[in-house]
């Protein structure tokens, strides 16, 4: 299904087999009862709602809307169709089915109404909407563009193709609590929220000209958060895979971030668990205040990154972990494959690098290496010049000659910095490669 942009309203939208080409565009709120695709006690209600986790509905009081050719029929009280819009001017459930081509689906509400819209994928469904690179409905910067809250839901698939500018954008919260996602922008970004973005349960497959996931707030700078508990998300983007103008926190989930500029970007990074492969052509991870006056290498007030745990690997050309202020790590298994030119390093900060638990390790060029040196520091770490190629096999022995760390490096490097519970203050370390 090729899609106009959608204006969704204060409504549930049901999609069921078989969407394509149409487009979506909103403003409205919905109500609905009970079944989730996530365990509510399990679904962090600082971020979730019940109606965000709601994927049931009753169809014998839904309205419906059955796409064909290039225009639609519907039933049901609160939509209508003229020519190829369809108008949804009223809160409800509404089951949408069929193919078309060329079709707008258009939610209305009037300014003062509270809405939300809730897009559940139903069961053992396939669907998709894709707009047209030159399509006439210009007033709304996606295939699918919500003016108010929008969450999408379900076990079903929704594949959502922008052409014109991004694939999905909201103008202020973006829930996704389940389903499967394939999402392309061949423009701009395939996800772009301006408040804030929230994920959980979710699968999603992102290709983007720009970045992948997408919260950024000029205006307010409390908003522009990324906030993600669990699901699966393989992302190729051109830009950012995870951008946040203000807070992205990672609770968990598995990401595979397969080609980026830059992997995750925030102003505070907070990655408390998850199975985290990034490759970025510039920096893996980047905390740094895109508003800020400071000057370059001076610390940005209010930025940090911060590693509490997750089982991390970054492969970066430029700057492998960056904070443009303080850097903390209390845990979690993190492997830096950091750039092979010295105008770079593995690990760059500009206030304080403070380690108290886990494993780090960052392989890469010896021009810029900086070690961990935060006076806070509980656990011990080295910096060292030792140089070898990709392929190389880096062991750390004790002075009794017990192995306690073995990595075969990527890449070319010059540099090793290493922390591990294992290492003590006070004893000799030695380093092979190759032995």
């Known amino acids: 299904m090729k899609t106009k942009t959608v204006i969704l309203g204060s409504t549930l939208i049901m999609l069921s087999t078989g969407l394509t080409a149409c487009s979506l565009t909103n403003s409205t709120e919905t109500t609905s009862s009970a079944v989730t695709s996530v365990d509510t006690e399990e679904a962090n209600t600082e971020y979730f709602s019940s109606v965000d986790l709601t994927d049931t509905y009753d169809a014998a009081a839904a309205s419906t809307i059955n796409l064909s050719g290039t225009s639609a029929t519907a039933s049901g009280d609160g939509v209508s ?30 300014d003062t109404d509270t809405v939300q819209v809730v897009v559940t994928s139903a069961e053992g469904s396939k669907n998709s909407l894709e707009d047209s690179a030159d399509r006439t409905a210009t007033d709304y910067s996606a295939a699918i563009y919500s003016k108010s809250a929008i969450t999408f839901n379900g076990s079903g698939e929704l594949t959502v193709t922008g052409n014109y500018n991004n694939a999905i954008k909201g103008k202020k919260d973006i829930k996704f609590t389940g389903g499967t996602y394939t999402v392309t922008s061949t423009v701009k970004h395939a996800v772009s929220a301006n408040d804030n973005l929230s994920i959980c349960d979710t699968t999603m497959t992102l290709s983007s000209v720009k970045s992948a996931l997408y919260a950024d707030n000029e205006d307010d700078t409390s908003l522009g958060n990324v906030y993600i508990q669990s699901g699966n998300f393989i992302i190729n983007a051109g830009k950012k895979g995870v951008h946040a103008s203000n807070n992205l926190t990672v609770d968990g989930g598995s990401f595979d971030i397969q080609s980026s500029f830059e992997g995750f970007e925030g102003k505070v990074v907070t990655i408390n668990d998850g199975e985290i492969s990034i490759v970025a052509s510039d920096d893996g991870m980047n905390a740094t205040d895109w508003a800020s006056t400071a000057g370059e290498m001076q610390a940005q007030e209010g930025v940090s990154l911060v590693i509490n745990g997750g089982i991390i690997t970054i492969t970066a050309d430029g700057d492998g972990i960056d904070s443009n202020n303080d850097l903390t790590i209390t845990g979690g298994t993190i492997t830096v494959n950091g750039p092979t ?12 690098a403070t380690i108290t638990g886990g494993t780090f390790m960052a ?73």
């Open 81 to 110: 169709v003229d020519g190829s819009v369809v108008t949804i001017s009223s809160g409800g459930t509404y089951i949408l089915s069929g193919e078309s081509n060329g079709v707008q689906l258009l939610i209305t509400a009037a």
């Open 363 to 435: 392989i890469g060029s010896a021009g810029m290496a900086q070690g961990l040196n935060g006076e806070a520091s509980t656990q011990m770490s080295f910096k060292v010049d030792v140089s070898g190629s990709e392929g190389d096999t880096i062991t750390v022995k004790d002075a009794n000659g017990e192995t306690i760390y073995t990595y075969t490096a990527t890449r070319v490097f010059g540099n090793i910095v290493l922390s591990a519970s294992d290492l003590k203050e006070g004893e000799t370390y030695t380093i092979e490669v190759n032995g």
């Open 341 to 352: 030119s010295n105008g770079d390093g593995a690990l760059d900060y500009d206030g304080t």
